[in-house]
């Protein structure tokens, strides 16, 4: 509640030192939780949590850092969802499902590519990366958990689209306009993805090469 406040508020104290203490704090009651921690679950939360720590202390001096975590954060993520991944028949409705929920991230991918800032071509490349990886990974998940309903995929599918939500705020926040709803949906959703990815880790089923599932 600390993180959601500073960042409503813009109290910068309180925003940094709850942004600080977030994921050692999730890392401990995962800790409690289970007797052996999922790995790559560690791995990720760890490197988004030095991504935060890069945009606390000015994401333009660290901008290369900032990436190298948050895409090596998303990969690993990718790896759990490929290796987790199964088959099975698909009912017609699900299919509409899938054409739903995928249209969706196709309409929202082009809406915020056209709100990115005319800045060098690298830039600009960047963020679309940065929107089309966190799309796929939303659209990942939701046809994981279709396929196979299990907690642990309900879960990653809930730290999928919080990620989503949290991530297109800062992008908003930073890129193109700060308002108190941007303030309030990006720790909102921000927490519960960390949130989320805990608890897919506590979930999952021990199965696989990574035994995401």
Not at 29 to 49: E, S
Not at 178 to 205: I, K, Q, T, W
Request: glycine fraction near 6%; aromatic fraction near 18%; proline fraction near 3%.
């Amino acid at each position: 509640m600390s993180f959601i406040a500073g960042s409503a508020f813009s109290i910068r104290p309180l925003l940094i030192v709850s942004n600080l203490l977030l994921v050692p704090v999730l890392l401990l009651y995962y800790r409690f939780m289970t007797h052996k921690m999922f790995l790559p679950v560690v791995a990720v939360l760890l490197l988004l949590y030095l991504r935060d720590i890069f945009l606390i202390y000015n994401i333009g001096h660290y901008l290369g850092y900032t990436w190298f975590a948050f895409i090596l954060a998303i990969l690993i993520l990718f790896l759990c969802l490929i290796t987790g991944f199964q088959r099975s028949k698909v009912h017609p409705v699900e299919i509409i499902s899938f054409v739903i929920m995928y249209g969706f991230l196709s309409f929202l991918f082009v809406t915020l590519s056209d709100g990115v800032p005319d800045d060098t071509l690298f830039r600009k490349w960047a963020a679309y990366s940065y929107l089309f990886l966190l799309m796929l990974l939303m659209g990942g998940t939701f046809t994981t958990y279709i396929l196979k309903s299990h907690l642990a995929s309900l879960w990653f599918m809930v730290a999928a689209s919080s990620l989503l939500v949290s991530e297109v705020s800062l992008f908003f926040k930073i890129l193109i306009v700060e308002d108190v709803s941007v303030n309030l949906f990006y720790p909102l959703f921000h927490v519960l993805a960390y949130y989320g990815l805990m608890e897919f880790g506590l979930r999952r089923r021990m199965t696989g090469k990574f035994g995401c599932f």
